[in-house]
């Protein structure tokens, strides 16, 4: 029994970590003798390159692992809010993730020739398109959320932080596995497999299947019979297979596979006349469909005092989507209802090396190269109709002009050519054990070979290159045995781009400017009252040149990205844990704040006042029709000054409570949590109107779990939202189309029971 409770306050030790790179290993130990800590295995990460453990990163770092992922049921990216510090993932239009970290990222994953902000990596693979986020989380040991720029470690895409999935890997010498299957309501099915079998004595090969489907969570009453949104029907499937021929060397395989057939997700206009939030009063289907492939090798080899590691990957996704746009019934623009469909297909080949010392020594370096290679195509129809029996596909790029629908309203159509390298190199420096100067520098280029048109005209060439100089420079100090103060500067970059739909624009360039970020961050990492409790802290500032945004055209379905010349953020997070009761029970805490603004003169359209000052300009006769050239100029009046304004997804609090009871019984160990989450109001946009708040929301979550002593069986139960709150998730303004306001609402409540047997 002491054996299991040891286990699982190791475990629960680990999930808490959730700000500021607790360690989790550290914090686990129950004992009364603080110094039993030192034998407990301690949670590597991968930062800058290198196996470190987490405790010892100087940056703000989060692990989640496998354990607290099931027992919240974290099944996909979006249900990581709450759980790591400064991370917020929405919806778009579509289906598609948009990730930001401290308020950077991205807001819109539709202009496919920009970088995320946030990058994403499975097992180290840089994955090129956040579309892929929708893949969900399969059979993962845990995942890591690094926050501030990366441009060292992980290169353009990462100036807010970077996402990375590692996966359970096959173990030598081992025969093992095990099933799961989870049922709640709204229909709520999921079952998963997983085995691990031994091949000789130096090679294993693992495999896990996984299919989840659940009913909508909302519905559209605009359809005759109702239709169902934020559904599932999902099957995620990984080989993965482990060759160790020595104790130096070790290659891995890994092909996974994921399919998706949804109905779409529900965002609910903001002028929706039903108020139900769980009812949308679209009349047209939504749909997704996506098929990615994922297949990568990594190589590592330890030599004589350094290691060689090697990533390479390739990438295949297709998706597909159409949805009603206007998110309404009522027809805009004299009679056209806005019926967007969209299809992306990408693949990608990504190869990065790296050669790192082995540690100990008075001077660690890391150095390597990286490259990718990214042949992206995007098809862009939208229809004006309502009749699902309409054409609603995306029509071939070859389509003759003189064969387009009479229905067909705009087309985008376009090829790119990515191509990626980077080499970079990261000295520390260990003055004493218990001090180090840690700096890195990296060179990055990036180049666009794009062909694109609108309406299916002639597709026209285009080509775009960037390149810029990223790196870091950190200290940390190990003040005693359990605490630590650190300090660092780091640059982030992203690329700049191409504005694939601004041919014809009055004011977005056709080109995008690189975004620019310097961070300045110190913190603390600390262990009290003999382990009893942890204590961590940092604060960070963030200077942004060009930064990125979705900028707005007068004439409508001309906008993309632009640059706004300087903002700032800064911010504090803090996380505390303690055991009480003889370790029987874990409080924990965690808080950040946020804050921002532009810090000198910039004008920028809204969309919104540019809608109203072209219905004025044609009801006042200044514009005789839509889309005239006084109509034009009417919308191009409507320029907000956002000099002080906040920028988007800055919540001025959120962090999370919790408390976790561990009960020892004859023939098991019960484990339960009880946990609230809250998030602030934030700004959705760089206006600030009052469309643009977003209100703030908390969420109660509970779990409770058996597992009996000497069985390999367990049985839990997970409660998400259990007071069915319907809060606003997040806020999306569809930037080139229509310019609804629509709102992502919470997941409502879920209960779901799962058992899983391991063999």
């Not at 970088?115 to 399969?138: C, E, K, Q, R």
């Not at 990568?296 to 159409?322: C, E, P, R």
């Not at 040149?545 to 010349?565: F, R």
């Not at 200044?622 to 919540?651: C, I, K, Q």
Request: aromatic content about 12%; proline content about 5%.
């Amino acid at each position: 029994m002491q054996e299991l409770r040891f286990r699982k306050t190791l475990i629960h030790s680990a999930i808490l970590s959730v700000f500021c790179s607790l360690p989790a290993a550290n914090a686990a130990e129950p004992a009364a003798d603080p110094d039993t800590s030192e034998d407990i295995e301690t949670v590597t990460i991968t930062v800058d390159q290198r196996q470190v453990n987490l405790q010892e990163a100087a940056l703000s770092v989060t692990a989640v692992n496998s354990d607290l992922m099931e027992q919240a049921n974290i099944t996909d990216a979006t249900d990581l809010n709450g759980y790591v510090p400064g991370l917020q993932i929405n919806k778009s239009g579509g289906s598609e993730r948009m990730v930001s970290i401290r308020g950077v990222g991205s807001q819109t994953p539709e202009n496919f020739f920009s970088h995320p902000g946030v990058s994403f990596h499975m097992d180290g693979a840089y994955i090129t398109n956040n579309i892929a986020l929708n893949m969900g989380f399969l059979d993962v040991e845990h995942i890591e959320v690094q926050r501030g720029p990366q441009g060292t470690a992980f290169g353009a895409a990462s100036t807010g932080g970077t996402l990375n999935v590692i996966s359970k890997k096959p173990v030598l010498d081992e025969f093992f596995g095990e099933v799961q299957a989870s049922f709640g309501n709204y229909n709520y099915n999921q079952g998963q497999a997983a085995i691990n079998l031994p091949v000789g004595d130096e090679l294993a090969i693992r495999a896990v299947a996984q299919t989840t489907s659940h009913d909508g969570y909302a519905v559209s009453n605009g359809i005759p019979g109702g239709y169902e949104l934020d559904d599932a029907n999902n099957d995620n499937s990984r080989i993965s297979a482990k060759w160790q021929p020595s104790d130096d060397l070790s290659i891995t395989f890994i092909a996974q596979h994921y399919d998706a057939h949804n109905n779409g997700a529900a965002l609910k206009a903001i002028d929706d006349p039903n108020p139900d939030p769980r009812v949308v009063s679209q009349d047209f289907p939504a749909k997704f469909d996506m098929t990615m492939d994922v297949a990568s090798a990594i190589v590592s080899w330890q030599l004589s005092g350094m290691t060689f590691k090697s990533i390479t990957s390739y990438q295949n996704m297709d998706h597909a989507q159409s949805f009603d746009a206007d998110r309404s019934t009522i027809e805009l623009f004299n009679g056209y209802d806005h019926v967007a469909t969209w299809a992306t297909s990408a693949e990608t080949v990504m190869q990065e090396f790296s050669l790192s010392s082995s540690p100990g020594g008075t001077f660690d370096w890391v150095i390597g190269g990286f490259y990718l290679n990214s042949n992206s195509r995007q098809y862009v129809n939208e229809f004006a109709g309502t009749d699902p029996d309409d054409l609603t596909d995306i029509l071939p790029v070859d389509t003759d002009p003189a064969a387009l629908p009479p229905n067909l309203t705009y087309a985008e159509n376009t090829a790119v050519e990515r191509t990626s390298w980077a080499p970079f190199l990261q000295g520390t420096l260990n003055f004493t054990d218990d001090f180090q100067i840690t700096a890195g520098i990296r060179y990055n280029d990036d180049g666009f070979d794009a062909m694109s048109s609108t309406y299916y005209a002639t597709p026209s060439p285009r080509t775009f290159d960037t390149d810029e100089v990223t790196g870091k420079f950190a200290m940390n100090y190990q003040l005693s045995k359990d605490n630590m103060v650190y300090t660092s500067w780091s640059r982030g970059y992203k690329p700049g781009g191409i504005n694939g739909g601004a041919v014809n624009a009055m004011v977005v360039s056709t080109t995008i400017e690189p975004e620019i970020v310097d961070a300045f961050e110190i913190g603390s990492k600390n262990q009290l009252l003999d382990n009893k409790l942890k204590l961590n802290v940092s604060a960070f500032y963030y200077n942004y040149k060009d930064m990125q945004y979705i900028q707005e055209d007068p004439i409508p379905y001309s906008g993309g990205l632009g640059n706004i010349p300087e903002a700032n953020i800064w911010g504090i997070e803090a996380e505390a844990s303690w055991w009480l009761l003889d370790d029987s029970l874990q409080l924990g805490i965690n808080a950040t704040t946020l804050h921002g603004e532009y810090p000198m003169e910039y004008y920028a359209l809204d969309r919104r006042e540019a809608d109203a000052a072209g219905a004025a300009a044609l009801a006042n006769g200044d514009a005789p029709y839509p889309w005239s050239y006084e109509w034009f100029l009417a919308r191009g009046s409507a320029t907000v000054n956002v000099e002080g304004n906040t920028p988007p997804n800055l919540p001025k609090l959120a962090g999370g409570i919790n408390a976790t009871w561990f009960g020892e019984m004859e023939s098991g160990l019960i484990t339960a949590r009880v946990e609230y989450l809250y998030r602030g109001d934030y700004s959705a946009r760089i206006f600030g109107t009052d469309v643009d708040q977003v209100n703030s929301y908390g969420l109660l979550n509970m779990f409770v779990q058996y597992e009996p002593d000497d069985a390999n069986w367990k049985v839990w139960l997970t409660a998400t939202n259990l007071t069915d709150k319907a809060a606003v998730a997040g806020r999306f303004v569809d930037p080139y189309g229509s310019g609804v306001v629509s709102d992502e609402y919470v997941a409502p409540r879920q209960i779901i029971a799962n058992f899983s047997y391991a063999f």
